[in-house]
């Protein structure tokens, strides 16, 4: 399964901030579960 985060901000500089903290705290939720993180990709 693909994880995609989507967000919004006032500038394009605070949506990229808030989609690297949503990053963040799915990972620390995955660890918690104790469930595999999944491999760093990037796709444009």
């Known amino acids: 399964m693909q994880h995609i985060d989507i967000s919004q901000g006032e500038t394009k500089e605070k949506a ?10 799915y990972i ?13 990709t990037f796709e444009a």
């Open 16 to 25: 990229v901030e808030n989609i690297k903290e949503a990053i963040m705290l």
């Open 28 to 40: 620390e939720a995955l660890k918690e579960d104790n469930l595999p993180v999944p491999e760093e």
